[in-house]
T-cell receptor, first 113, second 114 residues
Framework: DADVTQTPRNRITKTGKRIMLECSQT?????MYWYRQDPGLGLRLIYY???????NKGEISDGYSVSRQAQAKFSLSLESAIPNQTALYFC????????????FGPGTRLTVL | GENVEQHPSTLSVQEGDSAVIKCTYS??????FPWYKQELGKRPQLIID?????GEKKDQRIAVTLNKTAKHFSLHITETQPEDSAVYFC?????????????FGTGTKLQVIP
């Protein structure tokens, strides 16, 4: 089945370390997203990409960067991790059209000590 | 930008009772309103959606209503079952710069008590 996958699923790191979270999809979708989920705050958009040449900041992009290596791959980097970046991170994809149903990956739980 | 408020943040109901989750949005340009369900430890998944040209949509035990004038929409779950226990997110979506921008609410944790 076409799917969205994320690696790693869990990661514990220390303040100041560089971290990369990876997302791959086999759904053939052009659009990919990175969200952060915190208790009581819902899902907040970090970055999104329409295709490999298009990268856009979301509402909370500070401290994060992304790379769209291919249509199927979208990576999120924390250049210098800090404790308040401890959260659950979701990658999502959507196809073209007005419905914009988002298909989420399984999530990456990141803890920054 | 769009702002979506969702209430309540937690909701407990007895099995068989109904549950209602309400959301409001701020931007009248929003035209698509999906609802996602996230079971414990799982990814969010779309359960129902409604477009701005429709006032109500039903799918078995779940229904969504939309009041464009008041800018609010609601999720209704009837005859709740334990497997309905999850976090539910509403969202409002609009076309912006060629992109269908989605803003999520903060989530409602629903607990169905057997």
């Amino acid at each position: 089945d076409a799917d969205v996958t994320q690696t790693p699923r869990n990661r514990i790191t220390k303040t100041g370390k560089r971290i990369m979270l990876e997302c791959s999809q086999t759904k053939g979708h052009d659009r990919m997203y990175w969200y952060r989920q915190d208790p009581g705050l819902g899902l907040r958009l970090i970055y999104y990409s329409f295709d490999v040449k298009d990268i856009n900041k979301g509402e909370i992009s500070d401290g994060y960067s992304v790379s769209r290596q291919a249509q199927a791959k979208f990576s999120l980097s924390l250049e210098s991790a800090i404790p308040n970046q401890t959260a659950l991170y979701f990658c999502a994809t959507s196809g073209q059209g007005s419905r914009n149903e988002q298909f989420f990956g399984p999530g990456t739980r990141l803890t920054v000590l | 930008g769009e702002n979506v408020e969702q209430h309540p943040s937690t909701l407990s109901v007895q099995e068989g009772d109904s549950a209602v989750i309400k959301c409001t949005y701020s931007d009248s340009a929003s035209n698509y309103f999906p609802w996602y369900k996230q079971e414990l430890g799982k990814r969010p998944q779309l359960i129902i959606d409604i477009r701005s040209n429709v006032g109500e949509k039903k799918d078995q035990r779940i229904a969504v209503t939309l009041n464009k004038t008041a800018k609010h929409f609601s999720l209704h779950i009837t005859e709740t079952q334990p497997e309905d226990s999850a976090v539910y997110f509403c969202a409002a979506s609009m076309e912006s710069g060629g992109y269908q921008k989605v803003t999520f609410g903060t989530g409602t944790k629903l607990q169905v008590i057997p």
